[in-house]
T-cell receptor
Framework: KAGVTQTPRYLIKTRGQQVTLSCSPI?????VSWYQQTPGQGLQFLFE???????NKGNFPGRFSGRQFSNSRSEMNVSTLELGDSALYLC????????????FGSGTRLTVV | QQPVQSPQAVILREGEDAVINCSSS?????VHWYRQKHGEAPIFLMI?????EQKGHDKISASFNEKKQQSSLYLTASQLSYSGTYFC????????????FGAGTRLFVKA
């Protein structure tokens, strides 16, 4: 079956702009999580959505937001971009029955200039 | 609350064994292990639930000591394909999923 799909793969934005990233989870997976990965900070948890509701949130400023649609697809939005937001943003979906881990997408590489 | 992984990096020769440790200060519900190769997404290896179970597939196994909130990943008879960065992810019992990852252990296997 198809994996987790993230679009776009690469983005270059200017400071102050906003950006929207998209994630399509594995069919049947209703939980979608977002992570920011940087060389210095590793994988940092942003938030988790399930059935269109945010269930958990990490320690990121309010400029980072997300949502989930009824088909489980998710979007992440970052407003007023800062240079420090440059990172690889990973989306991961997970089954909610059984003991399984995350399936990650290939990520969106965001560069803020 | 980020779990602590050790060592930070390790270099092995093919066929050697390695152990990667992960410890948390919180009471854990589960521990995950992932491997990420350069330029690729992390790949799920295994999940261990509280109860002290041990799991494994192929020559990679892991244990979870619930009392100490520690998990260890064991790689035996390492292969070149084992090279990458290994992350542990820890979860506490909460509504939904919130997995916090360690900083990673870089493993390099040379011929």
């Amino acid at each position: 079956k198809a994996g987790v799909t993230q679009t776009p793969r690469y983005l270059i934005k200017t400071r102050g702009q906003q950006v929207t990233l998209s994630c399509s989870p594995i069919s049947g997976h209703r939980s979608v999580s977002w992570y920011q990965q940087t060389p210095g900070q590793g994988l940092q948890f942003l938030f988790e959505y399930f059935s269109e509701t945010q269930r958990n949130k990490g320690n990121f400023p309010g400029r980072f937001s997300g949502r989930q649609f009824s088909n489980s697809r998710s979007e992440m939005n970052v407003s007023t971009l800062e240079l420090g937001d440059s990172a690889l943003y990973l989306c991961a979906s997970r089954a909610t029955t059984g003991n399984y881990g995350y399936t990650f997408g290939s990520g969106t590489r965001l560069t803020v200039v | 609350q980020q779990p602590v992984q050790s060592p930070q990096a390790v270099i092995l020769r093919e066929g050697e064994d390695a152990v990667i440790n992960c410890s948390s200060s919180k009471a854990l519900y589960s521990v995950h292990w992932y491997r990420q190769k350069h330029g690729e997404a992390p790949i799920f290896l295994m999940i261990l639930l509280k109860g002290g179970e041990q799991k494994g597939h192929d020559k990679i196994s892991a244990s979870f000591n619930e009392k100490k909130q520690q998990s260890s990943l064991y790689l035996t008879a390492s292969q070149l394909s084992y090279s990458g960065t290994y992350f542990c992810g820890t979860e506490i019992a909460t509504g939904g999923f919130k997995t916090i990852f360690g900083a990673g252990t870089r493993l390099f296997v040379k011929a």
